[in-house]
């Protein structure tokens, strides 16, 4: 069971993903077995407890507190632990300590620190992020929600107020956005250019930005939507307002709308809008049908091939060969491999993956898992996972961050007999993992040669701190094929399961 010992500092607040980055290092002190940082929220407190990580201490937190929670092997490596993240938190305020400036600690003090300001960025526990979100917009400011948890009602009415300010909401759970050259939470380091996006998927937006950049083009404004905007309820209200910015900015030529498929009627009152605009635009619902296209839009089965329309060429697949390199590797498979793994942290890469396979004909498991699990599969057939769903998340960082529950998983799929492909995604860019190439690369390093062949997509730019071509040399080197988008690595692993 372990030893469960909870600090709880009161009064005390830090951001979402630098909490996250402080539980991936706790869980790394010896004799720890998991460990959490989180604001008490009801929310919190429940996602915590389900994941057996609270005593009697964290549960009575309340949502200004902070609970360090860890599960340890001993009652000596839990105590040792807790004054680890006494230590870790302090850091960042001796650090401060003497500093020409001071961080604020309000809304308020921010905006007067920075002396105004035209877009506010948000991560805070969601029961607090509508609250920040209007002071935003009442100083005439965008707001990008990166929080969760924030309820449809109050996602429907900070929308509302929005579009009576001439403003936009991007978000909740906006997790990326690229803002005239400036990216924004999880995103990459695109060159600025004449396409604009607008995605309810973030790192579909992240991989049509940086396939655009390897064609040679380059992005005005990437713009997140939040994954409910284009639901009945919520009615596209982002996504129509972004399209109303585009259209009105100078510097946009073609626009990029990257979505799963829509409500029927959201979806008419989106491609009523584009017909209206002069622009040319590409649309990809991913997993529609392309009907009802308007003359001045075309439509895009995938996010590579939304980008190549962008960007007016084939570019990316020129001399990728999936057939010739599915021969190849099938020539190093026992034939009684038939199976695709797919083990993914994106969660709109994961899909687009499954899609694929939908397309040729195939049936396939994807994840209904116990919280905090990997999840019990069939013994056979294909079987797609997105290890960036909140049940994979409970009480660690998300595996674009930290890539150890993914990996643990891709350790999983190697080891089983029937698999021929296991397909991975590599996100790099800012707020994900240092090198997590290098992670997946030790983990394929690990296995002997009678293993699956490894298929991959490595989502960023060169100009990313991870360096794209880097992380592609370290999995190329490892075995392991890279394909040049997510839809042709699924492609590759499709061909691969067929030739036996």
């Not at 107020?161 to 990459?188: H, S």
């Not at 570019?315 to 190093?332: I, L, N, S």
């Not at 394909?483 to 061909?495: C, G, K, M």
């Amino acid at each position: 069971m372990g030893i469960v010992a909870n600090r709880v500092r009161k009064g005390f607040y830090l951001d979402s993903v630098a909490l996250m980055r402080l539980s991936q290092t706790l869980s790394a002190v010896p004799g720890v077995t998991s460990a959490a940082l989180m604001i008490g929220t009801p929310t919190n407190l429940r996602i915590m407890d389900d994941a057996g990580l609270l005593d009697a201490s964290g549960r009575a937190a309340g949502a200004n507190d902070l609970v360090v929670a860890v599960k340890a092997v001993t009652q000596e490596a839990a105590a040792a632990a807790l004054d680890e993240g006494d230590a870790m938190l302090a850091r960042p305020k001796q650090a401060m300590r003497g500093a020409a400036e001071r961080r604020p600690r309000s809304f308020d003090a921010a905006v007067r620190q920075l002396g105004g300001g035209s877009l506010a960025l948000i991560s805070v526990p969601g029961a607090f992020a509508a609250a920040e979100a209007r002071k935003a917009l009442a100083r005439g400011m965008h707001a990008m929600i990166f929080s969760d948890n924030v309820s449809l009602e109050d996602e429907i009415a900070l929308k509302l107020e929005a579009r009576a300010r001439g403003l936009l909401v991007m978000g909740p759970d906006c997790g990326t956005a690229m803002v005239a050259g400036t990216p924004l939470a999880f995103a990459n380091q695109v060159p600025q250019g004449t396409i604009g996006i607008v995605a309810a998927a973030g790192t579909g937006l992240q991989e049509v930005a940086c396939l655009i950049a390897r064609g040679g083009m380059g992005v005005s404004h990437g713009i997140g939507t939040g994954g409910r905007d284009l639901s009945e309820k919520v009615g596209g209200l982002t996504m129509l307002a972004a399209i109303d910015a585009l259209d009105a900015d100078d510097a946009t030529a073609h626009i990029v709308i990257v979505s799963k498929p829509p409500a029927a009627s959201v979806a008419a009152k989106v491609l009523a809008r584009v017909a209206q605009s002069p622009k040319r635009f590409t649309i990809c619902f991913l997993g529609a049908d392309g009907a009802g296209m308007p003359a001045n839009a075309r439509f895009a089965p995938t996010l590579a091939a939304a980008a190549a329309d962008a960007v007016g060429g084939n570019y990316v697949e020129t001399g990728f060969d999936v057939d010739a390199k599915a021969a190849e590797a099938r020539e190093q498979l026992a034939p009684a491999r038939r199976w695709v793994r797919g083990v993914y942290s994106g969660g709109t890469l994961c899909a687009e993956a499954q899609l694929v396979l939908r397309s040729a004909g195939e049936s396939f498991w994807s994840n209904a898992p116990v919280p905090g699990a990997l999840p019990a599969r069939p013994a056979s057939g294909h079987s797609f996972v997105d290890y960036g769903a909140d049940e994979y998340t409970v009480g660690r960082p998300h595996p674009m961050i930290d890539p150890t529950v993914r990996d643990a998983a891709l350790a999983q799929a190697l080891e089983e007999s029937g698999v021929a492909v296991v397909l991975v995604d590599i996100v790099i860019g800012f707020g994900a993992h240092e090198d997590p190439a290098g992670a997946a690369a030790r983990v394929v390093g690990a296995v002997g040669d009678q293993r699956p062949a490894v298929v991959a997509c490595v989502v960023g730019t060169d100009q990313d701190p991870q360096h794209r071509a880097s992380q592609v040399r370290k999995l190329e080197q490892a075995g392991i094929l890279v394909a040049p988008s997510n839809a042709r690595a699924a492609e590759l692993a499709l061909a691969i399961s067929r030739l036996r």
